[in-house]
């Protein structure tokens, strides 16, 4: 078959470069993968298309593109399975990372976010004689978050970093989850200090795109979700970062509602995650406040618990107080 | 044809034209619906951050009150659809689920696994069928460009929404509109993240994600964006114009309900379907659709 391959295209080298869509029209089969696809480009039709590959086998991670407006590895993803009606498919760069030529981008942002979480064993000293033990139970449970391939896959669909280049990202922190989680590793309080920062777990939005992207499984937004437990089980102090302070809250604030009425409680979420005496942040919510009074459709202040919440608080007392006994 | 209803928290809430709406289209269109009494939040992803244990056990309560009514349930929440499919997943573990039921035994609920959970959205294109809708409709809305926004809880993750034996779950936002004689408006934005999950804790990038959002919409021109997502309703109507600001940039973008789409195509008036009821005006879209405001 034939498959109209619309890359995205951008040369440095040109006068004011500009990225542009350029169309290949390249005989496929079934079994050509993106990257077959793109190096057929090249070979055959226009020598000039950069992009970068290794191993062809899903493990050097270094051909993250877009397929259609989201990250695959290249070399694992079968053209004919995106190609749209009129056999076409769009093929660009990997996002949120500076793109250096046509589908090649600058990897350097992705490795300092890397290095920023500190992704290396940090154990107790003295070494012991012979290695450092780990359970099996914790180690097997890491194996899917220790087979990130770096690819940058989910740092490219990742929907914060497109907003904030200074969020740590799916990746960064998925490692950093790697760590906390060895139990060889115990600087956790150090850790989870730092990760609690502007940038750091918190400001994930749970979009889920990262999961979505990674070929490996390491689901980066479940480590991220992982971390916050972690940090809220040990009462990490949330330091200077106020979107912390509201993480924590938030999330205890959502359960204490959920756990006393069964239902969301909107007015008191956001009055007691931010916090009543939050002057400047409650006098920001005063038009979004007046503007829904007007329209009729502020919450009820007054907020009902549902029919026969007897049941649910039961249900919530039973749990905390298995909880309470398990950590006993 | 006849489901539970599964309301959600915020149609009860914050965006109770949604509600309304739902229940006229519902009447209108024929689909019987009956509230679970009791019903509670589904820990809309948040819950399930601090105790995944209690979110799992609440939808497995809600899950067995639907059992007991022998029906499928509708929500019309792409968040509580996402969170109870994702629960489903986890309950069809059967020793996960008897431990979830030994907590439930207490007060005489079980859950026994494979309950049908389908948002409003996939009801109208799977079971009620895009040639019915067409028949029921008295109004074309030709000419109208509504820009599709799912949520993120709707689309992934995939498999738990059975995205591969419903493929068309994938464009049901768009099919829908096209068969309302809609131009449905193709938007990068339309599967991303609307910014409300970190509304509360970083607001100066949810307040950016929604003035992209809106802001790609308008300049695609769009007349409106369409939703089946009351959490993506709140942030892209109430805190559009302050998105707006931050980005120094003028966006004015009405964010519809799906059932007040629906509904207007269907011959519906505006405060039926509490068009009204919305931050950013929704009164030139509601005329462009013939509906009375």
Same mark, same amino acid.
């Given at each position: 078959?034939?498959?109209?391959v619309n890359?995205?295209?951008f040369?440095?080298d040109?006068e004011?470069p500009?990225?542009?869509?350029?169309?290949?029209?390249?005989?496929v089969?079934?079994?050509?993968t993106?990257?077959?696809t793109l190096?057929?480009v090249?070979?055959?039709?226009?020598?000039?298309?950069?992009l970068r590959?290794s191993?062809?086998?899903s493990?050097?991670g270094s051909?993250a593109?877009?397929?259609?407006?989201?990250?695959?590895?290249?070399?694992?993803?079968?053209?004919?399975?995106h190609?749209?009606?009129?056999?076409?498919v769009?093929?660009?760069?990997?996002?949120?990372l500076?793109?250096?030529?046509?589908?090649v981008?600058?990897?350097n942002?992705?490795?300092?976010k890397?290095?920023?979480v500190?992704p290396?064993?940090?154990?107790?000293?003295?070494?012991p004689?012979?290695?450092?033990?780990?359970?099996?139970?914790?180690?097997?449970?890491?194996?899917?978050v220790?087979?990130c391939i770096?690819?940058?896959?989910?740092?490219?669909?990742?929907?914060?970093?497109?907003?904030?280049k200074?969020?740590l990202?799916?990746?960064?922190?998925?490692?950093?989850y790697?760590?906390v989680?060895?139990?060889?590793?115990?600087?956790?309080?150090k850790r989870l200090?730092?990760?609690?920062?502007?940038?750091?777990?918190?400001?994930?939005t749970r979009?889920?795109e990262?999961?979505t992207?990674?070929?490996?499984?390491?689901?980066?937004?479940?480590?991220?979700?992982?971390?916050?437990e972690?940090?809220?089980e040990?009462?990490?102090?949330?330091g200077?970062y106020?979107?912390?302070?509201?993480g924590?809250?938030?999330?205890?604030?959502?359960e204490?509602?959920?756990?006393?009425?069964?239902r969301?409680d909107?007015?008191k979420?956001?009055i007691?995650?931010?916090?009543?005496?939050?002057?400047p942040?409650?006098?920001?919510?005063?038009?979004?406040?007046?503007?829904a009074?007007f329209?009729?459709?502020?919450?009820p202040l007054?907020?009902?618990?549902?029919?026969g919440?007897?049941?649910?608080r039961r249900?919530a007392?039973?749990i905390?107080a298995?909880?309470?006994?398990?950590?006993? | 044809?006849?489901?539970?209803?599964f309301?959600g928290?915020?149609s009860?809430?914050?965006?109770?034209?949604?509600y309304?709406?739902t229940?006229a289209?519902?009447?209108?269109?024929?689909?019987?619906?009956?509230?679970?009494?009791?019903?509670?939040?589904?820990?809309?992803?948040?819950l399930?951050?601090?105790n995944?244990?209690?979110?799992?056990?609440?939808?497995?309560?809600?899950?067995?009150?639907?059992?007991?009514?022998g029906?499928?349930?509708m929500?019309?929440?792409?968040?509580?659809?996402?969170v109870?499919?994702?629960?489903?997943v986890?309950l069809?573990?059967?020793?996960?689920r008897?431990e979830?039921?030994e907590?439930?035994?207490t007060?005489?609920l079980e859950?026994?696994?494979?309950?049908e959970?389908k948002h409003m959205?996939?009801?109208?294109?799977e079971?009620i069928g895009?040639d019915?809708i067409k028949?029921?409709?008295?109004?074309s809305l030709?000419g109208?460009?509504?820009?599709?926004?799912?949520g993120?809880y709707i689309v992934?993750?995939?498999?738990?929404?059975?995205?591969d034996?419903h493929?068309q779950?994938?464009?049901? #936002?768009? !099919?829908?509109?096209k068969?309302l004689? %809609?131009t449905? @408006?193709?938007n990068d934005?339309?599967? &991303?993240c609307?910014?409300?999950?970190i509304?509360?804790?970083?607001?100066?990038?949810?307040?950016?994600?929604?003035a992209?959002?809106?802001?790609?919409a308008?300049?695609l021109?769009?007349?409106?964006?369409v939703?089946?997502?009351?959490?993506c309703?709140?942030?892209?109507d109430g805190?559009?114009?302050?998105?707006?600001?931050?980005?120094?940039?003028?966006i004015?973008?009405?964010?519809?309900?799906?059932?007040?789409?629906i509904?207007a195509?269907?011959?519906m008036?505006g405060?039926? #379907?509490g !068009?009204n009821?919305?931050?950013?005006s %929704?009164?030139? @879209?509601?005329?462009k659709?013939?509906? &009375?405001?």
């Amino acid at each position: 078959m034939q498959a109209n391959v619309n890359v995205r295209r951008f040369n440095p080298d040109e006068e004011a470069p500009k990225s542009y869509n350029q169309e290949y029209q390249v005989e496929v089969d079934e079994n050509f993968t993106v990257l077959d696809t793109l190096i057929k480009v090249r070979e055959e039709i226009d020598g000039s298309l950069a992009l970068r590959c290794s191993c062809r086998a899903s493990i050097c991670g270094s051909c993250a593109v877009r397929v259609n407006g989201h990250a695959v590895l290249a070399c694992k993803t079968h053209v004919s399975e995106h190609l749209s009606e009129d056999d076409s498919v769009s093929i660009e760069p990997a996002g949120n990372l500076p793109v250096i030529k046509d589908l090649v981008v600058d990897l350097n942002p992705f490795w300092d976010k890397i290095r920023a979480v500190e992704p290396y064993m940090q154990p107790s000293l003295p070494e012991p004689e012979a290695e450092y033990l780990a359970p099996n139970d914790v180690m097997l449970h890491l194996v899917d978050v220790m087979g990130c391939i770096m690819c940058g896959a989910c740092v490219s669909d990742c929907t914060v970093l497109e907003v904030d280049k200074n969020f740590l990202g799916p990746a960064a922190l998925a490692k950093a989850y790697r760590f906390v989680a060895d139990t060889r590793d115990v600087e956790d309080d150090k850790r989870l200090r730092m990760y609690n920062a502007y940038g750091g777990m918190w400001d994930c939005t749970r979009c889920g795109e990262c999961v979505t992207a990674c070929p490996k499984g390491v689901a980066p937004m479940e480590r991220i979700m992982a971390l916050r437990e972690k940090a809220m089980e040990a009462k990490i102090p949330t330091g200077s970062y106020d979107g912390a302070a509201y993480g924590y809250r938030h999330s205890q604030v959502f359960e204490d509602i959920i756990s006393h009425s069964g239902r969301l409680d909107e007015t008191k979420l956001v009055i007691k995650t931010l916090g009543l005496f939050n002057i400047p942040k409650m006098l920001g919510l005063v038009p979004v406040a007046m503007n829904a009074a007007f329209r009729r459709k502020m919450p009820p202040l007054l907020h009902p618990a549902v029919p026969g919440v007897g049941q649910i608080r039961r249900i919530a007392a039973r749990i905390s107080a298995n909880k309470r006994k398990a950590a006993k | 044809m006849k489901f539970t209803f599964f309301p959600g928290c915020v149609s009860r809430g914050g965006a109770p034209e949604l509600y309304q709406s739902t229940v006229a289209v519902a009447e209108k269109i024929g689909i019987e619906l009956e509230e679970i009494e009791g019903w509670s939040c589904t820990g809309a992803g948040a819950l399930q951050e601090s105790n995944p244990l209690l979110g799992d056990t609440l939808n497995a309560r809600n899950f067995a009150l639907a059992q007991r009514m022998g029906l499928p349930i509708m929500t019309i929440c792409s968040t509580c659809q996402g969170v109870m499919a994702q629960a489903k997943v986890k309950l069809e573990d059967e020793e996960y689920r008897a431990e979830i039921n030994e907590i439930l035994a207490t007060e005489g609920l079980e859950y026994t696994g494979g309950i049908e959970v389908k948002h409003m959205l996939w009801i109208m294109v799977e079971d009620i069928g895009l040639d019915k809708i067409k028949s029921l409709a008295v109004r074309s809305l030709d000419g109208v460009f509504l820009a599709p926004f799912y949520g993120c809880y709707i689309v992934r993750p995939s498999a738990a929404l059975e995205y591969d034996e419903h493929p068309q779950r994938k464009v049901a #936002l768009e !099919l829908v509109i096209k068969a309302l004689g %809609a131009t449905a @408006v193709d938007n990068d934005g339309k599967t &991303r993240c609307c910014g409300f999950p970190i509304l509360t804790i970083n607001e100066k990038n949810s307040l950016a994600m929604v003035a992209k959002h809106t802001g790609e919409a308008q300049d695609l021109g769009a007349d409106a964006m369409v939703t089946p997502c009351p959490l993506c309703h709140l942030n892209l109507d109430g805190f559009q114009a302050k998105a707006a600001k931050q980005m120094g940039k003028q966006i004015n973008v009405p964010i519809l309900h799906l059932p007040q789409v629906i509904g207007a195509a269907l011959g519906m008036d505006g405060p039926s #379907l509490g !068009l009204n009821k919305h931050i950013i005006s %929704a009164f030139d @879209v509601a005329m462009k659709m013939g509906v &009375r405001v």
